[in-house]
C-alpha cells in the first residue's frame, strides 16, 4: 500500500501537486497544469458529491503550458509503475490515465468537470425514467 501523505508530482509535466480538500478527501491538483491525481476510489467519492469536482478541477489549462511530453511516459506518482490510458466511452475527448497497481487515476484539466457532468446527467436521466415507470 503506497503512503498517500507522500509529496505528489504531476504525471503530466513533474511538478509538485497541491493537496485539495474535496468530498472528504483531499486529492491533489497540479498548480501549472491543473491536473488532477485521485488516488484508488476516490474518482468515485468526488463524483458521488454534487459540486466537488467543480472545486477540484480548475478547468483546461494554458495549451502553451507544461505537458506530459516533458517528461515522456506518464508513471503513477504513488508507485512508479506506468499509467494506462483509457478512453470513456461516453466522451471520448476524456482520457483518464489509470494506474492498475494502486486503482488511483490522473485526469486532465477540465476532464473531472466533464465526467462530473455527464455523472449528473446520467442520475437525473434514471431518475426521470424511475418517476415515469
Known sequence: MSDRTAPVYCPSD????????????EADRCPVCGGVWLDGRELERVLGVPGAAARLD?????????????????VCPRDRRPLVSIPDPEQP???TELCMTCGGVHLDAGELRDLSELSLRERLRGLVRRIKA
Open 58 to 74: 480548475r478547468g483546461p489549462s494554458d495549451p502553451e503550458g507544461p505537458r506530459g511530453h516533458l517528461i515522456g511516459r506518464k
Open 93 to 95: 475527448h476524456i482520457t
Open 14 to 25: 513533474g511538478v509538485l501537486m497541491e493537496r485539495i480538500p474535496a468530498a472528504g478527501i
